[in-house]
T-cell receptor
């Protein structure tokens, strides 16, 4: 059974800092790896999706990488802004239908 | 497009009551699913559907029923609510099994007393 772990559970950084969020998974036969953002009281918004054949994906100030051999993914946020404050979730897709979610990292960007 | 919509946003039930959480999408997506989100547990899959008339169980299906009579709607039924079902429920959809990006609804916050 796929297990997804996110460390740290919470992170506080000053505005403008570059930061990395970590995600690890146990099943290297991962189909894809997705990063989501969740604002308080809201649903999830997909940020980046990396297929198993890819190494990384970029969108604006966000860059996500995938290393299947080590069972790790990272989400890099450049020049963080207070508007980036949210909970970031990673989810591993194994097989056809199911996503296994990590518990998330709550990010606070301090002005 | 309204995307994925869920009703109600909030609900309080007494133990033993039944209710239906509604989910609808207007994107003609084949695949729909229900998750629950609990503090310290992450999101867990309850039930999913790969098309109208086809449903299957996820990780935590007990106490919940689903049906998929149309492509647009995927209601989740609680037959006899229990305090352990207090949670935030999210509905999600995606175009097909080959399309990986999932679109989530805003959630329903359910409290069972």
């Amino acid at each position: 059974k796929q297990e997804v772990t996110q460390i740290p559970a919470a992170l506080s950084v000053p505005e403008g800092e570059n930061l990395v969020l970590n995600c690890s998974f146990t099943d290297s036969a991962i189909y894809n790896l997705q990063w989501f953002r969740q604002d308080p009281g809201k649903g999830l918004t997909s940020l980046l999706l990396i297929q198993s054949s890819q190494r990384e994906q970029t969108s604006g100030r966000l860059n996500a990488s995938l290393d299947k051999s080590s069972g790790r993914s990272t989400l890099y946020i450049a020049a963080s802004q207070p508007g980036d404050s949210a909970t970031y979730l990673c989810a591993g897709g194994a097989g056809s239908y199911q996503l296994t979610f990590g518990k998330g990292t709550k990010l606070s960007v301090i002005p | 497009n309204a995307g994925v919509t869920q009703t109600p946003k909030f609900q309080v039930l007494k133990t033993g009551q039944s209710m239906t959480l509604q989910c609808a999408q207007d994107m003609n997506h084949e695949y729909m699913s229900w998750y629950r989100q609990d503090p310290g547990m992450g999101l867990r899959l309850i039930h999913y559907s790969v098309g109208a008339g086809i449903t299957d169980q996820g990780e935590v299906p007990n106490g919940y029923n689903v049906s998929r009579s149309t492509t647009e709607d995927f209601p989740l039924r609680l037959l006899s609510a229990a305090p352990s079902q207090t949670s935030v429920y999210f509905c999600a959809s995606r175009p097909s099994l080959a399309a990986d990006t999932q679109y989530f609804g805003p959630g329903t916050r359910l409290t069972v007393l």
